[in-house]
């Protein structure tokens, strides 16, 4: 169930250049299942900036009822979250969204993580559940320059990680297909969230397979009333997908890139 | 005694809140969050004959205390609408208003004529004022006697009364509002969003897509009751007011202005339960300011020799 909630800051931290870790403690928890899920986060009190931020799950915790979610001080919005400490609460709106498919990895088969920036949060998530049914889990992640990368180790736990950076400042020198060029990575299921271009790179660079991708779209409700965030659909002028509420998560050739 | 009931034509409402069209898609996404049967009525996102797509995202931006949209009138199309989304709404208990858009008169008249026979359809609003599409939109409502001869030609077909949803952006709405109440309209709504842009700063291009957008929020709530305050003065048909309404005291400021129920819009988008949570807090408010009946309210700031609003607290 969709619910809405003033959850409670249980710690913040910086974890890398303008990165937030940021874990709340709620009944909401109970409602978050799958990686991939969003949810939809009012930042100010007030009316400026007056709509929720989507920032997608990167750890759910039931025992503890926690989330956590990373997210990168971009906007207005986003630095009034930074401003948030242990006690505060958020007005949360969520789970929202269809995350990654766990049942496309068969078990005891491979799993790709591939991240890149601010897209790298869903996967730790999706790493932790893969890795619990048995799969096989191998993670390349992708930022800009060194002072960008996070979770490394984190992602490491449940599996082989790989690190590129654009500049080459830490990892492999250049861009996440680079990487899965060199080390000839084999998968059974690939599963992919960061900047368009690098989605469309694996959709092309493995037509045919099955690639899940988790896209990123400004949004207005996060519910799907809106028609803010939809796509296309191939081969038709007027079919359309939205991102918010029918995906976020698509299989590759789903939906216009 | 239903203290927040209001009658306007074709509509018995027992509240006076509905949300805004473009705001609340066709209720199912809403519909998970509570039951559309507490809402006075709902104004359906703009149908028009054909399906459209849309404007190519991004679609909307932030303004401070506001939002700019161009979606584009993305909708599935008439039929889809008489086969799927409007028999859908039949299980709950609410009045639906259609607004219908088109890219010619011909267009107009035929969604009108159709979607007014729906069984729950009870009133049809024109939508002459949507500033994101090329063809039809705006270029319907910009010019008085365009707007009037379209308002004529709507009520001739409709089997229900038809409310004209007004642009503000014009240089006379009143002159607007006289011309299309002359051609016949039962009502008007108002208003629709301010055109507009934002550039982002990183690529010295517009935000989105389409360049412009129309703006709606907190920030148009003070243009939406000055035009509500002038036009309701000029004409004798009801007005469902709307721009930025968040609370119930946004109500209250609308029927003061002079409207007779209200649409809440992008405030849906903020929190889903907006609706009922102000349908919820108006009997408290009303027994704060000594009123008995939200219908009192309506144009007391301009009405001669109504009562001043006394606190009680």
């Known amino acids: 169930m969709i619910g809405r909630e003033r959850m409670t800051v249980a710690s913040q931290r910086l974890i890398a250049e303008r990165t937030y870790e940021l874990t709340l403690s709620g009944r909401l928890v109970q409602e978050m299942r799958q990686p991939g899920q969003f949810v939809h986060v009012k930042a100010a009190a007030s009316a400026d900036p007056l709509l929720r931020r989507p920032l997608s799950l990167c750890h759910i915790d039931h025992k503890q009822g926690q989330c956590t979610i990373i997210y990168r001080q971009e906007g207005k919005g986003t630095a009034l979250l930074t401003q948030k400490q242990p006690g505060d609460t958020v007005d949360v709106l969520g789970p929202l969204g269809n995350g990654f498919p766990l049942e496309a990895a068969p078990a005891g088969g491979r799993a790709l993580l591939v991240g890149g920036g601010i897209g790298v949060p869903p996967l730790y998530e999706l790493a932790k559940q893969l890795a619990k049914r048995g799969v096989k889990v191998v993670s390349v992640l992708g930022f800009q320059t060194k002072a960008a990368v996070f979770y490394e180790e984190e992602f490491a736990a449940f599996g082989k990680t790989y690190v590129a950076t654009d500049d080459g400042s830490h990892g492999a020198c250049g861009r996440v297909t680079d990487v899965i060029e060199a080390r000839s990575l084999e998968f059974d299921v690939l599963y992919a969230c960061g900047p368009k271009p690098m989605l469309r790179a694996l959709a092309e660079r493995f037509p045919n397979r099955p690639v899940y991708l988790s896209l990123e779209e400004r949004m207005g409700c996060g519910v799907g009333a809106c028609f803010a965030c939809v796509c296309h659909v191939p081969g038709s002028e007027t079919a359309y997908k939205k991102v918010c509420s029918d995906g976020p998560v698509f299989r590759a050739g789903e939906v216009v890139l | ?313």
């Open chain 2, 1 to 313: 005694m239903n203290r927040l009931a209001v009658e306007l034509p074709g509509l018995s409402l027992k509240n006076p809140i509905m949300p805004a069209s473009g705001c609340f898609g066709f209720g199912r996404e809403y519909a998970q969050f509570y039951d559309l049967s507490v809402l006075g009525a709902i104004m359906i996102k703009a149908t028009t004959k054909e399906p459209r797509f849309g404007n190519p995202t991004p679609r909307v931006a932030e303004t401070p205390g506001g939002m700019l949209n161009a979606i584009g009138l993305q909708n599935p199309g008439l039929d889809k609408m008489l086969e799927e989304e409007l028999p859908w709404l039949e299980q709950f208990d609410v009045p639906i208003i259609a607004n219908i858009a088109g890219s010619t008169v011909e267009e107009y008249v035929e969604v009108a004529e159709a979607i007014s026979k729906a069984p729950n359809v009870h009133a049809l609003e024109l939508n002459i004022s949507c500033p994101n599409v090329k063809k039809g939109g705006i270029a319907f409502g910009t010019v008085p006697d365009v707007a009037a001869e379209l308002t004529r030609l709507v009520k001739e077909v409709s089997a229900v009364p038809v409310y004209v949803k007004l642009s503000p952006n014009v240089t006379d709405i009143v002159a607007m509002a006289k011309a299309i109440e002359q051609a016949g309209a039962d009502g008007l709504t108002m208003i629709n969003t301010l055109v507009g842009m934002r550039i982002d700063v990183k690529t010295g291009r517009p935000i989105l897509a389409n360049g412009t957008g129309g703006l709606s929020g907190p920030a148009v709530k003070p243009i939406a009751i000055r035009m509500i305050y002038e036009v309701s003065q000029a004409v004798s048909i009801p007005i469902i007011g709307m721009g930025g309404i968040q609370t119930a005291e946004d109500v209250l400021e609308f029927f003061y202005a002079g409207a007779s129920a209200v649409a809440v819009g992008t405030a849906n988008f903020v929190d889903p339960f907006v609706c009922p949570t102000i349908i919820a807090d108006l009997p408290a408010l009303l027994d704060e300011l000594g009123i008995d009946r939200i219908s009192e309210c309506i144009g007391r700031s301009w009405k001669t020799g109504a009562h001043a609003v006394h606190c009680r607290a």
